[in-house]
């Protein structure tokens, strides 16, 4: 069993920048891929960015040159560096891993508020 702990989220005037960091403890060997997702009101979860455990990353089209994610494997953590955020970036962020066996660890979500 893997947990995921958050955190980082919070309230941010259009323009600013935040960083979210899940911390995994358990069996972290079990860990292959770390990313994160977020949901907003009334929509559905989706694929914000992804770090495999040889460092390859993938972004959603919406997060492209704003975010960063990083990964530090000696401390189970994987970041997400959010920058220029806009409005529309208000959610709940969720962590999530997979296991090489293709098994999803989620976290519990931290809230992420942009104002304009």
């Known amino acids: 069993q893997v947990q995921l702990v958050e955190s980082g989220g919070g309230l941010v005037q259009a323009g600013g920048s935040l960083r979210l960091s899940c911390a995994a403890s358990?069996?972290?060997?079990?860990?292959?891929?770390m990313g994160w997702h977020r949901q907003a009101p009334g929509k559905q979860r989706e694929l914000v960015a992804g770090i495999s455990s040889g460092g390859n990353t993938n972004y959603a089209d919406f997060v492209k040159g704003r975010f960063t994610i990083s990964r530090d494997n000696a401390k189970n953590t994987v970041y997400l560096q959010m920058n220029s955020l806009k409005p529309e970036d208000t959610a709940v962020y969720y962590c999530k891993m997979r296991s090489w066996s293709k098994y999803d660890y989620w976290g519990q979500g931290t809230q992420v508020t942009v104002s304009s």
């Open positions: 358990g069996s972290t060997n079990s860990i292959n891929i």
